[in-house]
């Protein structure tokens, strides 16, 4: 089973800064590659799927990037309602096993 | 748009079976490009994925090896939704309970709003 490693745990920058939030996977991802959000009392919400696509909604300002063990999400200019918790999460084409990553808390400083 | 609404207990006796319900709407469970999913939360476990049951030519199911004994994971056509069943729980089977569609965007892009399942 891949296990996805996320760093920092906690991320603690100002509006209108620069967010990089990374990935790591014991062995490379030759499936599928996503990023959530998710804020309190709420499901996940899809932002990135194969690792630089982003999902129908989402802002310009959340990017993806990445192959094989090390994979990136960066926000290019914080706003107000980014600060959340952001979770990686990837599949092996077969058997389809999911995993996620621990998570990484965006905190308003 | 598509949406998944869930149903189902929030408490559950240890040794008994956890039984959720996840309705579609917008969608169809017998869709060929989808895949629909249950995965659970916890602080201690983090987002696990449990399972999956999908219709291609024939309905198929892919578990967890974590919980493979004990899972079920079945669609209903004509109600156009899917359940979960965990049989023999216990307390570490504590967690909010999503279930969520696996698309064509290779990603879980629709997602139930969460029950919260305690074991106790």
């Known amino acids: 089973e891949i296990v996805l490693t996320q760093s920092p745990a906690t991320l603690s920058l100002s509006p209108g800064e620069r967010a990089t939030l990374s990935c790591r996977a014991s062995?490379?991802?030759?499936?599928?590659f996503a990023w959530y959000q998710q804020k309190p009392g709420q499901a996940p919400r899809l932002l990135i799927y194969d690792a630089s696509k982003r999902a129908t909604g989402i802002p310009a300002r959340f990017s993806g990037s990445g192959s094989g063990t090390d994979f990136t999400l960066t926000i290019s200019s914080l706003e107000p309602e980014d600060f959340a918790v952001y979770y990686c999460q990837q599949r092996n084409r077969w058997p389809p096993v999911h995993t996620f990553g621990q998570g990484t808390k965006l905190e308003i400083k | 748009q598509v949406q998944l609404q869930q149903s189902g207990p929030g408490l559950v006796k240890p040794s008994q079976t956890l039984s959720l319900t996840c309705v579609i709407s917008g969608d169809s469970v017998s869709s060929n490009g989808a895949t629909w999913n249950w995965i659970r939360q916890s602080p201690s476990r983090g987002l696990e994925w449990l399972g999956r049951t999908y219709y291609r030519s024939a309905w198929e199911n892919n578990y967890a090896g974590s919980v493979e004994s004990r899972i079920t994971v079945k669609a209903d056509t004509p109600k156009n939704q899917f359940s979960l069943q965990l049989n023999s729980v216990t307390p570490e089977d504590t967690a909010v309970y999503y279930c969520?569609?696996?698309?064509?965007?290779?990603?879980?892009?629709?997602w139930g709003q969460g029950t919260m399942v305690t074991v106790s």
């Open positions: 969520a569609r696996w698309s064509d965007r290779n990603s879980f892009d629709i």
């Open positions: 062995q490379s991802v030759s499936g599928y």
